[in-house]
């Protein structure tokens, strides 16, 4: 179980291996591979989004996608969720969710990752998946959940794919806990998004995607301007403080997953699905991201 103290990690190691691991999952969420087949079962638009990442946890309502999902606009997520599962079973979205995966990793990640690399990682991610503790998290515990569906004759034999739903599950294993250090802190699905707007400084694109409204936004901005967070320069260092310090909770959070493991073997787990990243990245599945693929390597997309 995770509840024993970790090896002692670098939290630097941990961040990496995050930022990897989150790259590695997350490029279903712009591909058009993803919307295809979210479209073949009857699943259009931003609802592609919302049912394909709560489809583990089942037939839920627009509140517990809210909860969990935590800083998009609840407005958003009821026009995307309400009325998705009269007509279709979360297990055929998740299907769907694979099929789109299988199609992009088999076509563009497959050559860039050695058979002996790939058995690798999954040694790496299936022993760490095995000692994970779900207490509390409840989108990493539905992702495990649904790992008996790789079974199907459809994706069974698919390491690639394997792979990729364990990286989801340790990913939104980290979200599940981040997002309780969020609520402690307390900042609200609004606020937090306000703050990442600041920190990141790529104005309008994360606001938009999480489509809050006006009358939320400036609440948000207002709370946080009286608690210190903001003022009319932007975000204080005292704010970039008090962010800083969650990130550090989550990394150490998030080192209990890796236990038992040194810096060395996680960084190599990181090196292992590094040539994935930049397979994909020059697929220019990251583009959204911020992340085109590089001028003199044209995408691979069809």
């Known amino acids: 179980m995770t509840d024993a103290a970790p090896t002692e990690l670098s939290l630097k190691t941990v961040a990496r291996v995050h930022d990897i691991t989150t790259m590695f999952h997350a490029f279903v969420y712009f591909a058009p591979e993803a919307a295809e087949e ?33 800083n998009f606009s609840p407005d958003l997520v009821r026009s995307a969720i309400d009325g998705v599962w009269d007509h279709v079973t979360p297990d055929e979205v998740q299907r769907a969710r694979w099929r789109a995966a299988a199609r992009i990793l088999d076509t563009t990640v ?146 209990l997953a890796w236990n038992g493991m040194d810096d060395q073997e996680l960084h190599r787990f990181a090196d292992l699905l590094k040539s994935a990243i930049e397979a994909l990245t020059a697929g220019n599945y990251f583009a959204a991201m911020g992340r085109p693929a590089p001028k003199d390597e044209p995408s691979t997309k069809q």
Not at 42 to 70: D, N
Not at 137 to 143: D, I, K, T
């Open 38 to 70: 979210y479209e073949a079962v009857g699943v259009q638009g931003r609802s592609g989004y919302f049912a394909s990442r709560s489809a583990p946890l089942g037939p839920v309502s627009a509140e517990v996608v809210t909860a969990t999902f935590y």
């Open 110 to 255: 497959a050559e860039a990752m050695t058979d002996a690399d790939l058995a690798e990682a999954l040694d790496v991610v299936e022993s760490r998946v095995a000692a994970l503790s779900y207490a509390g998290r409840p989108l990493a515990a539905a992702n495990a959940s649904v790992l008996r569906l790789l079974d199907e004759p459809e994706f069974s034999g698919n390491g690639l794919l394997r792979l990729w739903q364990l990286v989801t599950i340790l990913r939104e294993w980290r979200g599940d806990a981040h997002i309780g250090l969020l609520i402690a802190e307390p900042l609200d699905g609004c606020e937090c998004t306000v703050v990442s707007e600041h920190l990141f400084q790529r104005p309008g694109i994360i606001r938009s995607t999480r489509a809050w409204s006006e009358a939320d936004w400036s609440r948000a901005v207002e709370g946080l301007t009286g608690r210190g967070w903001l003022d009319a320069d932007g975000i204080t260092d005292e704010g970039r403080e008090r962010r800083s310090v969650i990130e550090r909770r989550t990394n150490e959070l998030d080192a």
